[in-house]
């Protein structure tokens, strides 16, 4: 049974910085894409950040571009989302998620199966 578990989220002042974690168990980590996506209060969820089985290749939301990192450490099965210059507008719940095959998935939110129980981030101005 995949089971993906965040932590890291917080309350944090604009222009700082946090860094998420997903610790992920149940699978062979290091087969299958991690994304990081969020939600904030009255919105649909959205895509912040993929990442393909190797890290090879990554994916951003053009509204993280240069301000968010995600890298994966398949030795440890944990996904990271480092967020630095954050903003008000970042203020979501984070979710990380997986998904169901392997050597699959990249931006979209249907590509994935297996949903963390998200970690709140708010920003304040």
């Known amino acids: 049974q995949v089971q993906l578990v965040e932590s890291g989220g917080g309350l944090v002042q604009a222009g700082g910085s946090l860094r998420l974690s997903c610790a992920a168990s149940?699978?062979?980590?290091?087969?299958?894409?991690m994304g990081w996506f969020r939600q904030a209060p009255g919105k649909e969820r959205e895509f912040v950040a993929a990442?393909?089985?190797?890290?090879?290749?990554?994916y951003y939301a053009d509204s993280v571009k240069g301000r968010f990192t995600i890298s994966r450490d398949n030795a440890k099965n944990t996904v990271y989302l480092q967020m630095n210059s954050l903003k008000p507008e970042d203020t979501a719940v984070y979710y990380c998620?997986?998904?169901?095959?392997?050597?699959?998935?990249?931006?979209?939110?249907?590509?994935?199966?297996?949903w963390g129980q998200g970690t709140q981030v708010t920003v304040s101005s």
């Open positions: 149940g699978r062979t980590f290091s087969k299958y894409t």
């Open positions: 990442i393909t089985w190797s890290g090879g290749v990554t």
């Open positions: 998620a997986t998904p169901l095959r392997a050597y699959s998935g990249s931006a979209y939110p249907d590509e994935y199966d297996y």
